[in-house]
């Protein structure tokens, strides 16, 4: 009988060392799930911010754009109307010029 009882121990023992090892195994698994999900949760939400930023400065990128563009845009204007003035006041003075070349040829 004495040999009897041991082995019902050591069979108990071993039962109940496979069920914590279970356990063990199945509190493990789940820890591992929750830090994968975890894991998995902060890659999405770093994804979603650096969408964000990344929008955000295209977003700045074509400001900066536009608003130089806007700058080159009024100097070309700028440059052209003085351009024009320059031409008018060189046309005026080259007309004045043949007007008063016609009017000495006239007098003659």
Do not use: P, W
Request: with cysteine; aromatic share 2%.
């Amino acid at each position: 009988m004495g040999n009897l009882d041991l082995v019902k121990q050591i069979t108990e023992i071993e039962t109940n060392m496979d069920q914590s090892l279970q356990a063990a195994t199945e509190a493990a698994q789940a820890k591992i799930k929750a830090a994968k999900q975890a894991a998995e949760s902060k890659l999405a939400k770093t994804r979603e911010e650096l969408r964000d930023k990344r929008q955000a400065f295209v977003e700045q990128l074509k400001l900066t754009g536009e608003e130089q563009l806007n700058k080159v845009r009024k100097q070309a204007q700028l440059d052209c109307r003085q351009q024009q003035e320059q031409a008018r006041k060189e046309f005026t003075t080259v007309l004045s010029k043949l007007y008063g070349r016609c009017l000495e040829h006239g007098d003659r």
